[in-house]
Structures are given as structure tokens and as C-alpha cells.
């Protein structure tokens, strides 16, 4: 990929914040949204992550991005499944936070009351909720 991220129905501008070519930070700065992208296999990059999801949790993930300010997204995959996500509300990464993706994944690790154990999931003031509509 390159220093922008292109989705579609994608709104905003995500560039690239960090130097890892595998393990890729995204964030638009007008909105202070993030994407932290997570290839758990070799044969897994950004690319396939955001090729390896179902049309409906695609869907609901764009809206929540387009429609929300201070959103963390993690996404990731791992090699012969579909993608999974995890969507932080209010919190906004900033400055080492958005060049390293260790101290990104610590602050994600310190957020979440809870195991983030389904699918795709939703953290919203600590608490860890399954969204089972995609």
C-alpha cells in the first residue's frame, strides 16, 4: 500500500504514520481517526486485510468511521480466515501513539475491560460489546 489509505466509501484522508511495512498505522488527522492494521501471517498484509472482510461488517465499519470522531480501529487477520476488527470510541492516538505500533497496541491493551473475543467488537468507555448486526 501506499502512505495513503483508498477504501472504498472511505471518507477523510488516512496517511501513514508509522515506518513498519507489515504491521501499518493509519490516520486522518481532521477527524483523529485511526486504523491499526495487524497481518498475523506472513502471507497477510493491509491489502488482504481490508479485502478479507464480509460486505456488511465492511459497511458498518465505513459508517462508524465517516459518522464518529477520536475512533481507534483495530484490524486484523489471520491467514485462510476473513478479517476482524475492534472499534474503539473516543480515543484518539497522538504522537508516538501513531509512529510506533507497540506503544499504539499498549494503549489499546490498557483500554478494554474485557476480552475482545468475538469477531468484530465494539469499546465504548471500557466495556468490551460483540456487534452481532454485520
Known amino acids: 500500500m501506499t502512505n495513503q489509505l ?3 466509501g472511505l471518507n477523510g484522508q488516512y496517511i501513514k504514520t508509522n515506518r513498519n511495512t507489515r504491521k501499518e498505522i493509519y490516520h486522518d488527522y481532521q477527524s483523529g481517526n485511526t486504523i491499526i492494521f495487524t497481518p498475523y501471517d506472513e502471507s497477510v498484509n ?3 486485510i481490508c479485502n478479507g472482510i464480509r ?3 465492511y459497511e458498518y465499519l465505513i459508517n462508524v468511521l465517516n459518522t464518529n470522531n477520536n475512533i481507534t480501529v483495530h484490524w486484523s487477520q489471520i491467514e485462510g480466515t476473513t478479517s476482524d476488527y475492534d472499534i474503539y470510541y473516543d480515543l484518539r492516538l497522538e504522537g508516538l501513539e501513531l509512529k510506533s505500533y ?5 494503549v489499546l491493551n490498557n483500554v478494554a475491560d474485557g476480552n475482545c473475543s468475538m469477531k468484530y467488537n465494539e469499546i465504548k468507555d471500557g466495556k468490551v460489546y460483540p456487534i452481532k448486526c454485520v
Do not use: I, Q, V
Open 6 to 8: 483508498f477504501l472504498k
Open 102 to 106: 507497540d506503544a499504539a497496541m499498549n
Open 55 to 57: 460486505n456488511s461488517a
Open 46 to 48: 493491509t491489502e488482504s
